[in-house]
C-alpha cells in the first residue's frame, strides 16, 4: 500500500507565481515528514523536516493530521527552485519511505 | 570533505557480470543504507545496517549483497547482473538516536547501466 502519494509527477510555474507541491501520507503513528530535493545532477538533500517547522530558501511546510497531508509551499517561485522534489515519510525507527517525487519548472 | 561518498560514480557492465559499489561516511553515523532509484526516478529503500548490522532488507533478490565492515561502510555487491538492474543507486546514513536533526545525508550516486 502506497504510505506516501504525491499526486503530481510533474508541475509548471511561473517565475514568482506561487507553488504547491501536494503529499499525502497513511500512517497508524503519529508521523514524521520530510521534504527531500535533488537538483539537476546533485544529490538528494534535505529542505525541511515538518519537526523542525522551519523555512528553508523560502519553503515551508505544514503537517496536517486532519487531511494526512503535508504540503510544500512557496509564495514566489524562484528559477533555481527548478528540481525534483521528494516528500518522505518516517517509518519506524529509522527508515524513510518516499514519495513518487515530483519534478517542479520554474518558467521564466 | 564529502560526508557520503561513493564509488564509482558511473558504471557500465555487462548482463551476468559480477560487480560491487562503495559507500563511506565520515559523519559518524550509526546508520546507512543503500536505495534505488529507478527510470521513473521512484526512490526505494534496498537495505539499511544500523552499526554492521542489518536491520532491513526489503524484497530485494538475493544477487544483491550488502556488507559492512564497520559503521562507516556499507558496500552492495551484484551477482549475475541483469538488464533490469540498471537505475542510481544511493547510499545514505542517519544518526538514528538524533530526533531534532533526523534525517539522511545522502552520497551522489552511482548510475548503473547494464548492456
Known amino acids: 500500500a502506497q504510505r506516501v502519494t504525491q499526486p503530481e509527477k510533474l508541475l509548471s510555474v511561473f517565475k514568482g507565481a506561487p507553488v504547491e507541491l501536494k503529499c499525502n501520507y497513511s500512517y497508524s503513528g503519529s508521523p514524521e515528514l520530510f521534504w527531500y530535493v535533488q537538483y539537476s545532477r546533485q544529490r538528494l538533500q534535505l529542505l525541511l523536516r515538518?519537526?523542525s517547522r522551519e523555512s528553508i530558501k523560502g519553503f515551508t511546510a505544514d503537517l496536517n493530521k486532519g487531511e494526512t497531508s503535508f504540503h510544500l509551499k512557496k509564495p514566489f517561485a524562484q528559477e533555481e527552485d527548478s528540481a525534483m522534489y521528494y516528500c518522505a515519510l518516517k517509518e519506524g525507527a529509522q527508515k524513510l519511505v518516499f514519495g513518487q517525487g515530483t519534478r517542479l519548472t520554474i518558467n521564466p | 570533505d564529502t560526508a557520503v561518498s561513493q564509488t564509482p560514480k558511473y558504471l557500465v557492465t555487462q548482463m551476468g557480470n559480477d560487480k560491487s559499489i562503495k559507500c563511506e561516511q565520515n559523519?559518524?553515523?550509526?546508520?546507512m543504507y543503500w536505495y534505488k532509484q529507478d527510470s521513473k526516478k521512484f526512490l526505494k529503500i534496498m537495505f539499511s545496517?544500523?552499526?554492521?548490522?542489518?536491520?532491513i532488507n526489503e524484497t530485494v533478490p538475493n544477487r544483491f549483497s550488502p556488507k559492512s565492515p564497520d559503521k562507516a561502510h556499507l558496500n552492495l555487491h551484484i551477482n549475475s547482473l541483469e538488464l533490469g538492474d540498471s537505475a542510481v543507486y544511493f547510499c545514505?546514513?542517519?544518526?538514528?538516536?538524533?530526533?531534532?536533526?533526523?534525517?539522511?545525508?545522502f552520497g551522489s550516486g552511482t548510475r548503473l547501466t547494464v548492456v
Open positions: 515538518h519537526i
Open positions: 559523519l559518524g553515523h550509526d546508520t
Open positions: 545514505a546514513s542517519s544518526q538514528a538516536w538524533d530526533r531534532t536533526n533526523y534525517g539522511y545525508t
Open positions: 545496517y544500523n552499526n554492521k548490522e542489518l536491520i
